[in-house]
């Protein structure tokens, strides 16, 4: 119980320290913001929630001495809720009966366990994503002109504007920003909570603490449901007013949940290609230059979901060579 403790202290101090970095405005400070629940999401998923839950605490509690109340609500928001709640979806199994009799006859033996969807996991991390995302908006307005205004004139102070009168072409590019600011946050905390948990888990495997086996990510698909609701999102995202500036967000966080079910179709329809890692390589650098490929993949992840690609290839795909 010591060793946990002092795990889930030092857990916490590493993220309360990677959040607080974005104080001192360097670059490097923002990956280390948006890196902050990896630590705890490593000590949720090698020494069980509790761990995370304490460390959360810790860091919670003393970020608010130091900084004040709202650091405090903010990391838990961001950071200690979503590390805690994934960590433990991580390691959610349940075991599955064999149907082979005990020795006393009574129940089936347990034969192995049914651990929670790849899947599901992606859907709650979209979920943090755009619950975090609407809170941070709050911050800013409870409308969205004041929303509006608010990210307007940030804007108009990081680019130096504020002094001299922006011209046309300036206030133009200025307004497309606005509009995208939201889902670009979104964008962007969607793939690094993702990152952190996919990072964590491949820590905590390493150190043979994790308790569950790898899963298959080529096979990792979203609940049906899920494009039901990003259909709703998408519909209330042309009401306008701040329900549209909120389903926007939601519409960002699903998509993004569909560009990376799109790289797992990539990941299976390449798999009887030669060429197989040099296409994967160069299609995960685009994305990485130009960033806008990436709807591309969600748009691969949609089509996959509504006519099941995966499932018609891995039908007819002819059955391996064995090897002896």
């Not at 929630?49 to 860091?59: F, N, W």
């Not at 004041?146 to 300036?170: H, K, M, Y």
């Not at 994305?287 to 806008?292: P, R």
Request: with cysteine.
């Amino acid at each position: 119980m010591i060793a946990i403790l002092l795990i889930a202290l030092a857990a916490g101090a590493a993220s309360a320290l990677m959040f607080a970095s974005i104080i001192s405005g360097a670059l490097i400070s923002l990956l280390l913001f948006y890196l902050a629940p990896l630590p705890l999401m490593v000590a949720a998923m090698g020494w069980g929630p509790l761990s995370a839950s304490i460390g959360g605490i810790a860091a919670a509690t003393a970020l608010g001495a130091i900084f004040g109340l709202p650091y405090c609500i903010a990391f838990v928001i961001m950071v200690a809720l979503p590390a805690w709640w994934l960590g433990h979806l991580a390691l959610l199994g349940r075991p599955i009966p064999a149907g082979v009799p005990s020795g006393n006859g009574a129940s089936p033996v347990p034969a192995d366990m049914e651990w929670y969807p790849v899947g599901r996991i992606l859907l709650w991390i979209s979920a943090s994503v755009a619950l975090t995302t609407m809170a941070a908006l709050l911050t800013l307005g409870t409308d969205a002109a004041a929303i509006t205004d608010t990210l307007r004139r940030g804007l108009l102070r990081v680019l130096d504007l504020t002094a001299a009168a922006p011209t046309a072409e300036t206030e133009q590019w200025v307004a497309a920003l606005v509009v995208m600011a939201p889902s670009a946050a979104a964008v962007v905390e969607m793939t690094t909570l993702t990152l952190s948990l996919g990072l964590a888990a491949r820590i905590t495997a390493t150190s043979g603490r994790l308790h569950r086996p790898w899963p298959d990510l080529k096979s990792v698909e979203l609940p049906p449901m899920t494009l039901a609701a990003l259909c709703v999102a998408v519909a209330f995202s042309f009401a306008g007013g701040m329900l549209a500036l909120l389903a926007q967000i939601v519409t960002t966080a699903l998509m993004m949940a569909y560009a990376l079910t799109g790289f797992a179709v990539l990941h299976t329809l390449t798999l009887a290609l030669k060429s197989r890692a040099f296409l994967l390589g160069c299609t995960y650098a685009i994305v990485i230059m130009f960033v806008w490929p990436v709807l591309l993949m969600a748009v691969v992840g949609l089509a996959d979901a509504t006519f099941g690609f995966r499932q018609r290839y891995l039908q007819h795909r002819p059955p391996p060579l064995p090897t002896s």
